[in-house]
């Protein structure tokens, strides 16, 4: 066994040689010490970690931020996971043709929820309202590469769109109806709520 004043030693001056605390291994079958940086898994171990896209995606987030929800032409959907905390917030401006021109998110929960998020601000540009409703929590599950224990993640963003288009619709159908009751009034007549 090697005694921890050893260990403390070769601790010390790979600190001073690689300016990083090292992960100490030893193999109890040769009695080996190994030194390893921290982000290093142990030479005999698979490494396991998530998919580039992943990675990717929760790096370098496309569309964080926010639209004025109280905006006639932006709709926001606001979902949430109980049973991991992860809340979602997706945001769509549209025009008057239903056209997504602009999205944005605000995720709070793990990389795997920021990745789905972003994902979905992605696909939903430039498509027709309605067109968005076809995007599935499979295929972003499928396109991310999420781990079966991450699915939730991608169910969060489906329901999120579901809910900005909704929202979208909701004030669409009050505009429009606010509309119709105005070219309805004659001459000098005032709208009352």
């Known amino acids: 066994m090697i005694a921890s004043k050893t260990l403390r030693t070769i601790a010390t001056s790979a600190i001073a040689t690689t300016g990083r605390r090292p992960a100490f291994v030893a193999a109890a079958s040769t009695m080996q010490l190994y030194l390893l940086p921290r982000h290093h898994p142990h030479p005999r171990q698979q490494r396991r970690g998530y998919h580039e896209n992943i990675v990717e995606h929760y790096e370098n987030p496309r569309n964080v931020g926010s639209l004025d929800k109280n905006s006639e032409d932006v709709g926001t959907g606001l979902v949430g996971a109980p049973a991991c905390g992860d809340v ?36 939903v540009k430039g498509k027709h309202v309605d067109e968005v409703l076809g995007i ?29 288009v909704s929202d979208w619709k909701a004030k669409h159908e009050k505009k429009k109806t606010a509309g119709e009751e105005t070219l309805g009034m004659g001459e000098g007549e005032m709208m009352t709520a």
């Open 88 to 123: 979602m917030k997706l945001q769509i401006r549209v025009d008057s043709d239903g056209k997504i021109l602009e999205s944005k998110f605000k995720t709070f929960g793990c990389g795997s929820a920021i990745a789905s998020s972003s994902v979905a601000t992605e696909w």
């Open 136 to 164: 599935k929590n499979t295929d972003i599950a499928a396109h991310l590469k999420l781990p079966p224990v991450k699915l939730h993640c991608s169910m969060l963003a489906e329901d999120a769109i579901r809910a900005a």
